[in-house]
């Protein structure tokens, strides 16, 4: 899967531009805060249809529009898809060859990327919402079933925990036996795609991380919770579950069972990471997770997804640089970095330039 061009309109600080990327390593260059990550960011809301960075889409708005648009024309396995999303203050569009989606999950799995940033140390050091929301986002764009139940869950959920609230006993008796049923079976869904994923995700991680520190530590990733079976019967064990916390969540006021709690397992010689490990470990843990991320959509869709670092080669140091610039080839990789030359190791690729919000055109990088 490649974008060979990509067009923002009002998006952040650019008013109307347009990218044509190769298919191999592109380079978007130039000083901090000129829209690099903007751009980055861009390809990655049309891939999940979420955000990066912020929590609300308006905030995506050039200041002083009233909407913006991302549009891309892609190419895979299966040939040319062009794929849009228009941003409104309280709404979005979304738009595949141009027919306009009734739901957001049809929008999943046109395009797949990979986005990787320094930022991405929360991973291994914030807590368990950072790593759910890693699988989530990872796991939604190869499964749109997965994502369905997610969405359901969601909802499920918010209904649970508000009759939780409620002071009337006798609805709280009546009605929780209803949600919990329902709960339940989407949890059983999510539980058991999340394991599945993880397994593959930790071997290849642990892989990929023993090359990138020449063997000399070992990155293990395990869930922190079971959940054995097939998904009827972990629904089964769930439903037990919910049912047994019924009075503890009453008094708590929330659901506090389930796969919105649980977290994944990060360990570096078998130490937690999320604790002790140093800036650098934790950056080589998050790095080799996401490379793995990129092999696992690779044998899911039959071919490798966008591959987005945002300004992470001058975190690294020459031969991690040399190794992850090595498993860039065969895969799209759009880059970002405030100078090529320090941080390239002779790589070649396509250089564009970004000054202010605009693509500056015929001049050396």
Known sequence: MVVKKLTLENFRNYEHETFEFSEGLNILTGKNAQGKTNCAEAVFYLCTGAPLRIRHDRQLIRSGAEFARISAETEGRYGKVSLAAVIFETKRELYVNGNKLSRSVDFLGNMRSVFFSPGELRLIQDGPEERRRFL???????????????????????????????????????????????????????????????????????????????????????????YRGEEGEVAERLLKELKGSRERDIRLGFTSVGPHRDDIRITIDGTDARGYASQGQARTAALSMKLAEVEIFRKLSGEPPVLVLDDVLSELDLPRRKKLLGHVAGVQ?????????????????????????????GTGV
């Open 136 to 226: 989530n986002l990872s796991i939604s764009q190869t499964s749109r079933d997965y994502c369905t139940a997610l969405v359901r869950y969601r909802r499920i959920l918010d209904q649970r925990n508000n009759l939780l609230k409620e002071h009337d006993v006798s609805l709280i008796a009546e009605t929780l036996p209803v949600w919990d049923e329902q709960l339940a079976q989407y949890a059983a869904r999510i539980a058991v795609r999340r394991r599945e994923f993880l397994s593959s995700l930790s071997v290849l991680a642990a892989d990929i991380h023993a090359e990138l520190t020449d063997g000399a530590e070992h990155l293990l990733l395990s869930p922190d919770r079971e």
């Open 333 to 361: 990789c759009i880059l970002t970095c405030t100078h090529a030359e320090r941080v390239l190791s002779g790589a070649e690729g396509k250089k564009i330039r970004i000054q202010g919000g605009k693509i500056v055109r």
